[in-house]
C-alpha cells in the first residue's frame, strides 16, 4: 500500500497544493487538469496512500492478493432522512425533487482506486449527475451501475468496462431504474419506479423488483409489492436475495426484512427476519463458501443511504432465530457492506473505503478527498455465475395457484380447534396512485393505509388443507372464517403468484422452517380435486367507502337513537363531519365498535381482529334492542369490517398538504376564537395528571393534536390507548367539532343547559343558554372554522373534486384523459380509482 514513486508523489503534491489554494482559479485549473488527462481527484488521491495495517496486510496476501483494483461510487447526501426516499419527485410539488439536494448538481463519480497504490482513476465523471449501485460482471470486465444525467430526473441503468471506455446506457423513460445485479442467465434484475405507486406512508415514489435483458429490452415485473423492494443480489443457489418492505396492517415502519424470490418472480418466500421489527435489513449478499448472508442492519425504521451495523446472518436455524444474526462490528454506521470471503468484508464509512474481519476490527483501505461521500466498494475481481433456476412461469395463464396444507397448523392459535375454519377470505391490497403525509389520513383512524379490495372465498376442507386459484402479480393476503364467516385469524403478511405458478405453505403463522408432516397430514384433501376458484361477493362492492355504503345503514338503523339531540349511550353516529373523519366514522373506532388492528404488531391472537372481535356486527344482527338489520346490510358492514374498515374507499381522498393545513386551520381558529374562554370554563376539570396517567386532557392541549394515542417509538408506530371510559370519544376535537352543522358540536351542546337542549354536562358552569355570550362565542368560532374547510368540499361531500396531484398522477400513467379539466366535467374516481388499478395488471382477468 506504501508503494508510490516519489516523482509522482512530488508532481502529485504540488499540484494538490495548486487547486487547493487556487480560489477563485480553482476550476479554470481544474479544466486544465482535465485536458492534460488528469481529474481533480485524481490529484487528491494521493494522500491516501499509507502503510498497510496488519489487517489490510493480511487481506492483500490473503483473500484480496489477486484483486489489483476497487470501485465505488461519490456522491452528495440526499435530504430526506429516509432509507428510500432518494428517487424521483415529492408527490405535493413535482417540482421538489427527492434525489441529491432537491435537483441541484450532485458529485456523481464512478472511480476505480488500486488497492496497493492509492492511485484513483475517475471512470465516469456525471458533471453534476449522480451515480449509484455498481457491480462487477462475473467476467471482471464491465461494470453494471445507475446515472442520473446532470439536468434529468431520472436514473438509468448503464454499463461501462472496467478500463472507462464503452459507456452505453441500457434503459430509458420516465422511471427510476437502480439497484441492479446481474443474473446467471444473462439477464439483469434491477429496483424501478415503472409499477406507479407511492409509499403508503410518506411523499415519495415506491421501486419494485423488475428484471431485463442484458442490453436492457424485455422489461418484465417480478414483484407484487405496494411498498419498496430493494438491493437485489444473486445467492449461490440462484435465488434472487432482497429487502422487502410491507405492512398489511401491521406497524407501517417495523417490517423491512430479507426476502427470497427466483429470478422469473416465483418462489417469494422469507429469508430472515419478518417476525421481529424494528431493523431494515438491507444490502445483503451471500458470503462466499458459507450459507451466510451480510447486510447492513439499519437500526429503526432506518437511516439516510442505508447506514447500519455490518451483521452475518446465518439461515440454519430458521428466519426467526435472533442469534443467528451477529454484528460485525460496533459503533459509527457503515453502509453497502461487501463480503469478499468470509471474515473480509468491505463497506463504506463517510469518505473511506474500510476493511472488516470476523471479530470486528476495521481499518481504512482509502480515504476520499473530494466533494461527497463514498459508497458502494466493489472489489474488481472475477466470480463464478451461479446455478441456474428454470423459469415457472406459463404467461398463457391469467392465474397461479395456492396449496395450504393445513390451516390449523402454526403460531399464536389458541382456542382454533379442528374444524373452526371452513373457508379463506382472499383480500388484495391495492397500491397508491398519490400519497402526502406519514399517516393513513383519510383511508383510516391510525388503522390501515391501504384500501384492501375483497376478491371472495374460497373453501377449506375438514383436514384443513385448501386449493384454489389467484389472479397472478398481485399483493393478495388471507383471512380465516368460520362456518358463521366470523374472523378466526387474519394474515398480516401478504403472498403473491406468478402465472401458472402454484405456491404453498404449511400452515397459518407457521415456522418457516417448518414442512408438513406426512404422518399427519397423509394425501390432503383439497388437492384431491381441481383447484377451487375464489367466489366473489356479487352485487357488493369490492372496494368499500364508509360515506357511501356504510352511512346509509347507520342512518336507517342507527342514528335515530344516536344522535346530537338523544346521544344514547353517548355515542353519536350521525355523519356530519368533524375536522378530519366524520363523527360516526370517528366514533366507531373511539368507542371500540370496530376491531381493525389498530395499526400493531403482526401475528395477533385469534378473532382478536375483524368481524368476530367487532360489536357492530352483533349489535346490528339482532343483539341491540331492536335493531336488525337486513341480510344485504349485514354482509356490507362485513365487507367493510374485513377489508380494514376505511373512511374513504378512494385514493382520491387523501389530503394534499394544503388541504390537511384547512382542517388544522379551522381547529386552530376555533382555539383562537375562545381561547380565553375555554380556559375560564373548562380548563379546571379538564387536565391531566401530574404523574402522567391519561385523563381527559385540557381542551388547549386537544387542540393541540395531543389526542389518546401513544407514540410507541419516536418515529410514529401508533399505540392506542385503551381505557374503560375511553375520553378520546368525548373529549378529541375529531367529535367536539361539527364542521357540518356548527350548532350541533358536542364543544356547544356539552356546557349548554339540557332545557335549553344541550347535553348539561357542565351543570351549574355550563351555558344556561344558547343566548349566552360564551356559548355565541364558540359558535362563532366554529362557524369561523367551518367557512374554512367549505372553501375546497371535501370528501364525502356531493361536489367533491379530487386534488390536482391526484389528476396529474392518473394522467401519468395514461388512466384519465389528458385534456380533463374537473372544472368543465366531473371525474368519478370511485371508476378512476378501479381503472388505475387495472391499468397495472399483469394479467387480463376480472
Known amino acids: 500500500m506504501n508503494r508510490c514513486f516519489d516523482t509522482l508523489r512530488a508532481k502529485r503534491a504540488s499540484h494538490r497544493l495548486a487547486f487547493r489554494n487556487a480560489g477563485w482559479l480553482a476550476l479554470p485549473f481544474a479544466l486544465l487538469l482535465l485536458t492534460a488527462g488528469l481529474h481533480p481527484w485524481e490529484i487528491l488521491a494521493a494522500d491516501s496512500a499509507k502503510p498497510a495495517s496488519a489487517l489490510l496486510a493480511r487481506a492483500l496476501d490473503g483473500p484480496l492478493r489477486d484483486v489489483q483494483d476497487l470501485i465505488f461510487c461519490t456522491r452528495l447526501k440526499y435530504d430526506d432522512g429516509h432509507w428510500y426516499a432518494n428517487i424521483g419527485y415529492y408527490c405535493d410539488d413535482e417540482n421538489r425533487k427527492a434525489y441529491t439536494g432537491n435537483g441541484k448538481p450532485d458529485a456523481g463519480l464512478l472511480c476505480k482506486c488500486n488497492l496497493r497504490t492509492g492511485d484513483l482513476k475517475v471512470l465516469l465523471d456525471a ?33 461501462i468496462g472496467v478500463d472507462g471506455t464503452g459507456l452505453r446506457q441500457l434503459t430509458s423513460g420516465p422511471f427510476d431504474d437502480y439497484e441492479a445485479t446481474y443474473l446467471p442467465d444473462g439477464g439483469i434484475a434491477f429496483v424501478s419506479t415503472r409499477c406507479k405507486r407511492w409509499v403508503n406512508c410518506w411523499m415519495t415514489q415506491v421501486g419494485i423488483i423488475y428484471r431485463c435483458d442484458a442490453d436492457g429490452g424485455n422489461i418484465q415485473q417480478l414483484s407484487a409489492n405496494t411498498e419498496h423492494d430493494n438491493t437485489p443480489w444473486v445467492m449461490p443457489d440462484g435465488r434472487i436475495l432482497y429487502t422487502r418492505w410491507e405492512y398489511v396492517d401491521r406497524s407501517q415502519v417495523e417490517y423491512h426484512h430479507l426476502w427470497t424470490m427466483n429470478p422469473d418472480g416465483t418462489g417469494v418466500s422469507v429469508f430472515y427476519g419478518n417476525m421481529h421489527s424494528w431493523t431494515v435489513m438491507i444490502d445483503a449478499k451471500p458470503i462466499p463458501g458459507t450459507l451466510n448472508v451480510l447486510a447492513s442492519f439499519s437500526p429503526g425504521h432506518g437511516a439516510n443511504e442505508h447506514g447500519g451495523i455490518a451483521t452475518v446472518v446465518s439461515p440454519e436455524a430458521g428466519p426467526d432465530s435472533r442469534p443467528s444474526a451477529v454484528a460485525v462490528h460496533k459503533g459509527a454506521h457503515t453502509r453497502d457492506p461487501y463480503p469478499v470471503t468470509e471474515g473480509c468484508y468491505l463497506a463504506a464509512r463517510g469518505k473511506d473505503v474500510v476493511l472488516m474481519d470476523e471479530k470486528g476490527r476495521i481499518d481504512t483501505v482509502y480515504s476520499y478527498q473530494g466533494p461527497g461521500e463514498i459508497h458502494e466498494p466493489r472489489p474488481v475481481m472475477s466470480r463464478p455465475r451461479e ?134 397430514h397423509g394425501q390432503l384433501l383439497a388437492i384431491q380435486r381441481p383447484a377451487s376458484r375464489i367466489e366473489p361477493f356479487k352485487d357488493f362492492p369490492d372496494v368499500l367507502d364508509f360515506t357511501r355504503d356504510i352511512q346509509p345503514i347507520l342512518d336507517r338503523h342507527c342514528v335515530k337513537c344516536h344522535n346530537y339531540e338523544k346521544r344514547e349511550g353517548q355515542t353519536i353516529l350521525a ?167 356548527p350548532e350541533m358540536s358536542p364543544l356547544l351542546l356539552g356546557p349548554l343547559a339540557k332545557e335549553a337542549g344541550g347535553f348539561g354536562s357542565c351543570g351549574d358552569g355550563g351555558f344556561a343558554n344558547k343566548q349566552d355570550p360564551g356559548y355565541q362565542l364558540l359558535l362563532a368560532g366554529i362557524k369561523q372554522g367551518k367557512a374554512i374547510l367549505d372553501s375546497e368540499p371535501r370528501f364525502g361531500m356531493p361536489t367533491f373534486k379530487p386534488n390536482p396531484q391526484y389528476v396529474r398522477e392518473l394522467k401519468k400513467y395514461g388512466v384519465i384523459s389528458p385534456d380533463l379539466d374537473l372544472s368543465r366535467q366531473p371525474l368519478d374516481y370511485f371508476a378512476a380509482d378501479q381503472a388505475y388499478w387495472r391499468s397495472l395488471w399483469t394479467t387480463p382477468i376480472p
Open 127 to 159: 458533471q453534476g449527475g449522480s451515480v449509484r449501485d455498481p457491480q462487477v460482471h462475473y467476467d471482471g470486465a464491465k461494470i453494471l451501475f445507475s446515472l442520473r444525467k446532470a439536468g434529468e430526473d431520472f436514473y438509468h441503468l448503464h454499463e
Open 387 to 520: 446455478r441456474l433456476i428454470a423459469s415457472r412461469v406459463q404467461a398463457s395463464e391469467p392465474v397461479g395457484r395456492f396449496v395450504l396444507a393445513n390451516v390449523y397448523e402454526g403460531r399464536n392459535l389458541p382456542g382454533v380447534k379442528q374444524g373452526d375454519v371452513r373457508k379463506l377470505l382472499v383480500l388484495e391490497s391495492l397500491p397508491k396512485q398519490v400519497n402526502f403525509s406519514g399517516g393513513p389520513d383519510l383511508v383510516s383512524w391510525l388503522g390501515t393505509f391501504t384500501l384492501e379490495r375483497v376478491l371472495g372465498t374460497v373453501p377449506v376442507e375438514e383436514d384443513g388443507s385448501a386449493f384454489f386459484e389467484a389472479p397472478a402479480d398481485r399483493q393478495l393476503f388471507f383471512v380465516a372464517l368460520d362456518g358463521k364467516d366470523l374472523s378466526v385469524k387474519r394474515m398480516q403478511s401478504f403472498a403473491s403468484v406468478r402465472s401458472g405458478e402454484v405456491n404453498g405453505c404449511v400452515g397459518c403463522h407457521e415456522h418457516r422452517a417448518k414442512t408438513p408432516d406426512a404422518k399427519t
Open 575 to 741: 355523519g356530519d363531519l368533524g375536522p378530519n373523519w366524520s363523527h360516526a366514522f370517528f366514533t366507531m373506532f373511539a368507542r371500540r365498535l370496530v376491531a381493525d388492528g389498530r395499526n400493531g404488531l403482526g401475528n395477533q391472537p385469534p378473532r382478536t381482529i375483524g368481524s368476530s372481535a367487532s360489536p357492530l356486527l352483533a349489535k346490528a344482527g339482532g343483539g341491540h334492542h331492536d335493531v336488525k338489520v337486513s341480510p344485504p346490510e349485514w354482509r356490507t358492514l362485513w365487507l367493510w369490517i374485513e377489508s380494514g374498515a376505511p373512511y374513504a374507499g378512494s385514493y382520491a381522498g387523501l389530503r394534499n398538504a394544503a388541504q390537511q393545513g384547512l382542517s388544522d386551520q379551522a381547529e386552530g381558529t376555533v382555539m383562537g376564537h375562545a381561547a380565553n374562554l375555554l380556559k375560564e370554563k373548562c380548563s379546571k376539570c379538564h387536565e391531566s395528571d401530574p404523574d402522567g396517567e391519561i385523563k381527559p386532557l385540557p381542551l388547549t392541549t386537544e387542540f393541540g393534536r395531543k389526542i389518546r394515542v401513544r407514540l410507541d417509538r419516536p418515529t410514529g408506530s401508533y399505540e392506542r390507548v385503551v381505557l374503560e371510559n375511553d375520553p378520546i370519544a368525548r373529549f378529541s376535537p375529531n367529535i367536539l367539532l361539527n364542521f357540518t352543522r
